[in-house]
T-cell receptor
Framework: QKEVEQDPGPLSVPEGAIVSLNCTYSNSAFQYFMWYRQYSRKGPELLMYTYSSGNKEDGRFTAQVDKSSKYISLFIRDSQPSDSATYLCAMSGGYNKLIFGAGTRLAVHP | DGGITQSPKYLFRKEGQNVTLSCEQNLNHDAMYWYRQDPGQGLRLIYYSQIVNDFQKGDIAEGYSVSREKKESFPLTVTSAQKNPTAFYLC??????????????FGNGTRLTVT
């Protein structure tokens, strides 16, 4: 079993939809949670960074962490075609190593 | 602008040849990393360095080598011993090398094709 599980998709939604992206994990020591967005043939860019449980909002993006269920989510409101990308979750226990999910491909069509 | 520069963007090599991928950062970050990305497998850690003149193996170090002679530079050599070298290679850096608290910043990658 992988430490971090992420549905690879692809996920296809119409413009304006609310998108929900999720990851589950098995290591209860994880405390730091990140979401990266990766456009085709580019490096990942940091979208959201959260510590422990709770919600964090930044514009159209909301990150949620539920440590009791070992489940994290990224919500995108009013999705745009420019949001079409691969979204990677990543997490760490505070030591040096980040563990990444495999990424979910999202396509937002006009 | 501060950032991480990887070069070249695309690299083609014949099987049996060693090849070196460049990574330079001007973020004044302490730690640097090399990841390999294959379809459906996410990012896998090859090597990392927390300080100049020191580096550690990641999860898939076999067939790769690195050096860290300067804080801003962390080149990766893909040797002929690497059995499946064709992949997208990502360099990353982080300011705080001691913990996992600070997030990684990535370059835009090098796509290596070996035939």
């Amino acid at each position: 079993q992988k430490e971090v599980e992420q549905d690879p998709g692809p996920l296809s939604v119409p413009e304006g939809a609310i998108v929900s992206l999720n990851c589950t994990y098995s290591n209860s020591a994880f405390q730091y949670f990140m979401w990266y967005r990766q456009y085709s043939r580019k490096g990942p860019e940091l979208l959201m960074y959260t510590y422990s449980s709770g919600n964090k909002e930044d514009g159209r993006f909301t990150a949620q962490v539920d440590k009791s269920s070992k489940y994290i989510s990224l919500f995108i409101r009013d999705s745009q075609p420019s949001d079409s990308a691969t979204y990677l979750c990543a997490m760490s226990g505070g030591y040096n190593k980040l563990i990444f999910g495999a990424g979910t491909r999202l396509a937002v069509h006009p | 602008d501060g950032g991480i520069t990887q070069s070249p963007k695309y690299l083609f090599r014949k099987e049996g040849q060693n090849v070196t991928l460049s990574c330079e950062q001007n973020l004044n970050h302490d730690a640097m990393y090399w990841y390999r990305q294959d379809p459906g497998q996410g990012l896998r850690l090859i090597y990392y360095s927390q300080i100049v003149n020191d580096f550690q193996k990641g999860d898939i170090a076999e067939g790769y080598s690195v050096s860290r002679e300067k804080k801003e530079s962390f080149p990766l050599t893909v040797t002929s011993a690497q059995k499946n070298p064709t992949a997208f290679y990502l360099c990353a850096s982080r300011k705080d090398s001691r913990t996992g608290h600070s997030p990684l910043h990535f370059g835009n990658g090098t796509r290596l094709t070996v035939t």
